[in-house]
């Protein structure tokens, strides 16, 4: 962990990517972080813990970036996620209006029950399969890519830009598989964490997070053997 | 060398039952006086030979068969070892193998003489050439054997059925010409009629042909007589309820009953590890109708990957036991004792994983892993892409039906591979992506807050790993791979084996590079052979120790004791007496390295 006085200041954020399944928040960190895109990728188990560092003039951002999976079942286990997290990507599909909708119940959950002062970014992903940047070739490798035009973006700028601005969140379209405005999204977050709230602080969720009772389908260890666990291996 | 027709309607009645299970930790191995004893089993009486029903044996009708009378004059002279040895594909090596396959099979190859030409000069050179030269056929390499039920079209058995929204909308007869000519199939649907999961076409093209499978097994659940399996042409259906999903696999590739049930079983497990059973039942309490690709959605992937590891054929599954890393014993002590001297409180298993291969395992004193919870944690990692695509850590809930089919654990996992502080210390090494050669730490606990927790064990196990140079020895012994077996038993003719170590349910096996690895197919002729050896010595009225078996293409012997179970194949032409010898050898090498093969115990807390 670095010094807070330290030559030029470095900081942890925690950050958490929030939307519907296969909007491609996974697509987003890997370009962010290993400035990579994998066609077809799989869907995320769980979620997924990355780091990196963001270079500001003044300070060192480093993210600790929970990429979470965004299959409804997965939906219970966000707030261990967003709790205590200084910044949220809230990502949609803009070729996708179910994915806004969902989008939207995220930034809501977010304002109720995330911590005051979180930063919270809107990202339209898959810019690609619109016709309006020059180096995306809108293959349509997902479910979208029909039709003649090559422009299958159902979600406008203004739509969303207009939803962004009423409830003030930062507001970018991006291309994973192109790059295109990917680390700018990430950037303008570092800038937007006010320096108040930048602290050293480590493992926001690993100290003040355990006592959350109603954990219903914990295993108790201490409950009777499963009789097939008679089976097990001797290992 | 399927098994076919006439052994599946026997098979209908009398497999019902799956084989038994082998018992858990017997006390001690029991010592040499058994092995002596196996071996005086080898004695004809207690031999049963199987016979493919492809009419290798017995008859002259088949165009092999023909062969028979002609394989004299081409060795009258001084044939030379060019011919026999480079032109594997010419006739007379076929021919000498259907002479081989039409002689009692008992027999050792010196018989071979009187049987086809009387009093031939057995001290002959050409003789000895052939004989020597026939011995070295590998099994399955006359692959144009057109046996019937064949894995010709194998090789494309996992290639993507298109979708409907490519260029050729219209194909819809074609594509579902590509389903049907899918060797195997699994379904899952609901007890109301709902698709859930298909291994191939999407829903949409087989909605009818799941239509017809629901109304089938419902006729029969009505009649209180639930439908367990049958067979149309060559293909075979069985059928698992569980509740309110249905689980069907359709299969041409002649796996018994037994096997089949247990591949649907799995999946039914990766189902369970998903949801859970409360949560399953509660589902469809609520709403029978319910449609339960939208809970599942996203593991879609996990079930194709499960199901494609037994088409291929999986020995890990076919004899219900883990694979490990074979490490020196100290060695792998002294990764249990780093690893349990770092442990978290909220640890509840820890595992070291090498390409899906088990290096190190801590559990507490009264809980131990089972192999099919294993399997599920070892086709997320390691099969399906999911997990490793992504990078980085990882914090997975799932559930592990055989511990627990009632709630979630939580799983660490990370990767070694592309982790720069761990590996720094052997910067030289050059870092591959191949699944094979993956490292894996894998931390599971009941406390889904624990990530930090074990994050953190998992840094310092790191550290401690490398540091005490046992990442360089795991990352050796997984590139030294699987054991080769001209090493350990010389002049064996026998081509691969498996060892099941029936106390520590843990197998070892050669690898399989040399012969089976080229093809997809020859993999998985050895695979249905090790199927079949499998199904026979497990049947349920048979008492069988050992079972030679010779076929077309290959021969194999199934050998089975308290202590452990071996299987090995070899060319069709190798006496029983060389793989009977083949085979003891291989088991002493067993026995002596029996504590680098397998865990045994493991690291307790």
Request: hydrophobic share 40%.
């Given at each position: 962990?670095?010094?807070?006085?330290?030559p030029?200041?470095?900081s942890?954020?925690k950050l958490?990517?929030?939307?519907?399944?296969a909007?491609?928040k996974?697509s987003?960190?890997?370009r962010f972080?290993?400035?990579?895109f994998q066609?077809?990728?799989e869907?995320?188990?769980?979620?997924?813990?990355?780091?990196?560092k963001?270079?500001?003039?003044t300070r060192?951002?480093?993210?600790e970036?929970?990429?979470t999976a965004g299959?409804?079942r997965?939906?219970s286990?966000a707030?261990?996620?967003?709790?205590?997290?200084q910044a949220?990507?809230?990502?949609y599909?803009?070729?996708?209006?179910t994915s806004?909708?969902?989008?939207?119940?995220w930034v809501?959950e977010l304002?109720?029950?995330?911590s005051?002062?979180?930063v919270i970014a809107?990202?339209?992903?898959?810019?690609?399969?619109?016709?309006?940047?020059s180096d995306?070739?809108?293959?349509g490798?997902?479910?979208?890519?029909?039709g003649?035009?090559?422009?299958?973006?159902k979600?406008?700028?203004?739509?969303a830009?207009?939803?962004?601005e009423e409830e003030s969140?930062?507001?970018?379209e991006?291309?994973?598989k192109?790059?295109?405005?990917v680390?700018e999204?990430?950037?303008?977050i570092?800038?937007?964490?006010?320096?108040t709230?930048?602290?050293?602080a480590?493992?926001?969720?690993?100290?003040?997070a355990?006592g959350?009772?109603?954990?219903?389908?914990?295993?108790?260890?201490?409950g009777?053997?499963?009789?097939?666990s008679?089976e097990g291996?001797a290992? | 060398?399927t098994?076919?027709?006439a052994?599946?309607?026997?098979d209908?009645v009398e497999?019902?039952?799956?084989?038994?299970?082998p018992p858990?930790?017997?006390?001690?191995?029991?010592?040499a006086?058994?092995?002596a004893?196996a071996t005086?089993?080898?004695?004809?009486?207690?031999?049963?030979?199987?016979?493919f029903?492809d009419?290798?044996?017995?008859?002259?009708?088949?165009?092999?068969s023909r062969?028979v009378s002609?394989?004299?004059?081409s060795?009258?002279?001084?044939a030379s070892p060019n011919q026999f040895?480079l032109?594997?594909?010419?006739?007379?090596?076929d021919e000498s193998?259907?002479?081989?396959?039409f002689?009692?099979?008992?027999r050792?190859?010196?018989d071979?003489?009187s049987?086809?030409?009387?009093?031939f000069?057995?001290k002959?050179?050409?003789?000895?050439l052939?004989r020597?030269?026939s011995?070295?056929v590998?099994?399955?390499s006359s692959l144009?054997?057109?046996t019937?039920?064949?894995?010709?079209?194998?090789e494309t058995?996992?290639?993507?059925i298109?979708?409907?929204?490519?260029?050729n909308?219209s194909?819809?007869?074609?594509?579902?010409l590509?389903?049907?000519?899918?060797l195997?199939?699994?379904?899952?649907?609901?007890?109301?009629g709902?698709?859930?999961?298909s291994?191939?076409?999407?829903?949409s093209?087989i909605?009818?042909y799941m239509?017809?499978?629901?109304?089938i097994?419902?006729f029969?659940?009505?009649?209180?007589?639930?439908?367990?399996?049958f067979t149309?042409?060559?293909?075979?259906?069985?059928?698992?309820?569980e509740?309110?999903?249905?689980?069907?696999v359709i299969s041409?590739?002649?796996?018994s009953?037994?096997q089949?049930r247990?591949?649907?079983?799995?999946?039914?497990m990766q189902?369970?590890?998903?949801l859970?059973?409360?949560?399953?039942?509660h589902?469809?309490?609520n709403?029978?109708?319910t449609?339960?690709?939208?809970p599942?959605?996203g593991t879609?992937?996990?079930?194709?990957?499960?199901?494609?590891?037994?088409?291929k054929?999986?020995?890990?599954?076919l004899l219900?036991a883990?694979?490990c890393?074979?490490?020196?014993k100290s060695?792998r002590?002294?990764i249990?004792?780093?690893f349990?001297?770092?442990?978290?409180?909220?640890?509840l298993?820890?595992l070291?994983v090498?390409?899906?291969?088990?290096?190190?395992?801590?559990?507490?004193?009264?809980h131990s892993?089972?192999?099919s919870?294993l399997q599920?944690?070892?086709?997320?990692?390691f099969?399906?892409?999911g997990?490793?695509?992504?990078?980085g850590?990882n914090?997975?809930?799932?559930c592990l039906?055989?511990?627990?089919?009632?709630?979630?654990?939580y799983?660490?996992?990370?990767f070694?591979?592309g982790d720069?502080?761990a590996v720094?210390?052997?910067?030289?090494?050059?870092r591959?992506?191949?699944?094979?050669?993956?490292?894996?730490?894998?931390?599971i606990?009941?406390?889904?807050?624990?990530f930090?927790?074990l994050?953190?064990?998992?840094?310092k196990v790191?550290?401690?790993?490398?540091?005490?140079g046992?990442?360089?020895?795991?990352r050796?012994?997984v590139k030294a791979?699987?054991?080769?077996i001209s090493?350990?038993?010389p002049?064996?003719?026998?081509?691969h084996f498996?060892?099941?170590?029936r106390?520590?349910?843990?197998?070892?096996?050669?690898t399989?590079e040399?012969?089976f690895?080229n093809?997809l197919?020859?993999?998985?002729?050895?695979?249905?052979?090790?199927?079949e050896l499998?199904e026979s010595?497990?049947?349920r009225h048979?008492?069988l120790?050992?079972l030679?078996?010779?076929?077309?293409d290959?021969s194999?012997?199934?050998?089975?004791?308290?202590?452990f179970?071996?299987?090995?194949v070899?060319?069709p032409?190798?006496?029983?007496?060389?793989?009977t010898?083949?085979?003891?050898r291989?088991i002493?090498?067993?026995?002596?390295?029996?504590?680098?093969l397998?865990i045994i115990?493991?690291?307790?807390?």
């Amino acid at each position: 962990m670095a010094d807070a006085n330290a030559p030029k200041p470095s900081s942890s954020v925690k950050l958490v990517l929030l939307g519907e399944a296969a909007v491609g928040k996974s697509s987003l960190v890997l370009r962010f972080v290993n400035n990579d895109f994998q066609e077809n990728k799989e869907p995320t188990i769980g979620a997924a813990f990355l780091t990196q560092k963001c270079q500001l003039p003044t300070r060192t951002i480093k993210f600790e970036i929970w990429d979470t999976a965004g299959q409804e079942r997965f939906a219970s286990l966000a707030p261990m996620y967003y709790r205590n997290a200084q910044a949220a990507l809230v990502v949609y599909d803009l070729t996708k209006p179910t994915s806004l909708i969902k989008a939207k119940h995220w930034v809501a959950e977010l304002q109720r029950q995330a911590s005051p002062g979180i930063v919270i970014a809107l990202v339209g992903n898959k810019l690609d399969l619109t016709n309006e940047t020059s180096d995306g070739d809108a293959a349509g490798d997902d479910e979208a890519g029909s039709g003649e035009s090559d422009d299958a973006r159902k979600v406008s700028t203004e739509e969303a830009k207009t939803y962004a601005e009423e409830e003030s969140l930062l507001f970018f379209e991006t291309s994973a598989k192109t790059g295109h405005n990917v680390t700018e999204v990430f950037t303008a977050i570092a800038n937007a964490i006010p320096e108040t709230s930048l602290k050293s602080a480590r493992g926001p969720g690993a100290s003040n997070a355990a006592g959350r009772g109603a954990e219903e389908q914990r295993v108790q260890l201490g409950g009777p053997r499963n009789p097939d666990s008679k089976e097990g291996c001797a290992c | 060398m399927t098994q076919e027709g006439a052994d599946h309607v026997n098979d209908n009645v009398e497999e019902m039952q799956p084989p038994p299970l082998p018992p858990r930790r017997k006390a001690e191995v029991e010592p040499a006086p058994l092995q002596a004893k196996a071996t005086t089993a080898l004695s004809s009486i207690d031999i049963q030979t199987l016979s493919f029903p492809d009419g290798s044996r017995g008859t002259f009708s088949t165009p092999t068969s023909r062969a028979v009378s002609s394989p004299l004059p081409s060795i009258s002279g001084y044939a030379s070892p060019n011919q026999f040895g480079l032109s594997t594909a010419n006739s007379d090596l076929d021919e000498s193998m259907s002479v081989m396959s039409f002689a009692p099979t008992a027999r050792p190859p010196a018989d071979l003489a009187s049987l086809v030409a009387g009093g031939f000069n057995k001290k002959s050179r050409a003789w000895q050439l052939l004989r020597s030269q026939s011995a070295n056929v590998q099994p399955f390499s006359s692959l144009k054997v057109n046996t019937p039920g064949g894995l010709t079209s194998f090789e494309t058995e996992f290639d993507e059925i298109p979708d409907i929204d490519g260029d050729n909308a219209s194909d819809d007869d074609s594509r579902l010409l590509l389903w049907k000519s899918k060797l195997k199939h699994y379904m899952i649907l609901s007890s109301a009629g709902k698709p859930i999961w298909s291994r191939h076409g999407d829903l949409s093209l087989i909605n009818s042909y799941m239509g017809v499978v629901q109304t089938i097994i419902s006729f029969y659940e009505g009649a209180k007589n639930p439908l367990l399996g049958f067979t149309a042409g060559n293909a075979r259906f069985v059928i698992v309820t569980e509740g309110p999903l249905y689980f069907i696999v359709i299969s041409r590739l002649g796996e018994s009953d037994a096997q089949l049930r247990a591949q649907l079983d799995a999946l039914y497990m990766q189902i369970l590890s998903t949801l859970t059973l409360p949560a399953l039942k509660h589902i469809f309490v609520n709403r029978p109708s319910t449609d339960l690709r939208k809970p599942l959605q996203g593991t879609e992937s996990l079930l194709s990957s499960l199901a494609d590891s037994f088409t291929k054929g999986s020995p890990s599954a076919l004899l219900g036991a883990l694979e490990c890393l074979r490490v020196r014993k100290s060695q792998r002590h002294s990764i249990n004792n780093i690893f349990l001297k770092l442990r978290t409180e909220k640890l509840l298993y820890g595992l070291i994983v090498a390409g899906g291969k088990l290096v190190s395992v801590i559990r507490p004193r009264r809980h131990s892993l089972h192999p099919s919870d294993l399997q599920l944690i070892f086709n997320m990692l390691f099969e399906s892409g999911g997990v490793k695509a992504g990078g980085g850590e990882n914090w997975i809930p799932l559930c592990l039906p055989a511990f627990n089919n009632s709630g979630y654990l939580y799983m660490y996992v990370s990767f070694f591979d592309g982790d720069t502080e761990a590996v720094s210390q052997k910067p030289a090494e050059e870092r591959s992506d191949t699944p094979e050669e993956e490292i894996a730490i894998i931390l599971i606990s009941p406390d889904k807050e624990s990530f930090y927790d074990l994050k953190e064990m998992r840094d310092k196990v790191a550290q401690q790993l490398a540091k005490q140079g046992s990442l360089a020895i795991i990352r050796a012994a997984v590139k030294a791979g699987r054991p080769d077996i001209s090493s350990l038993a010389p002049s064996s003719q026998i081509s691969h084996f498996l060892y099941k170590s029936r106390a520590n349910v843990q197998f070892c096996m050669s690898t399989l590079e040399t012969t089976f690895s080229n093809t997809l197919v020859a993999r998985r002729r050895l695979m249905t052979l090790y199927h079949e050896l499998h199904e026979s010595v497990h049947a349920r009225h048979s008492h069988l120790k050992v079972l030679h078996s010779v076929g077309a293409d290959a021969s194999s012997l199934a050998w089975v004791t308290p202590v452990f179970e071996f299987y090995c194949v070899a060319g069709p032409n190798v006496s029983r007496a060389l793989m009977t010898q083949g085979a003891n050898r291989i088991i002493q090498w067993a026995k002596k390295e029996e504590e680098r093969l397998f865990i045994i115990g493991g690291g307790v807390f």
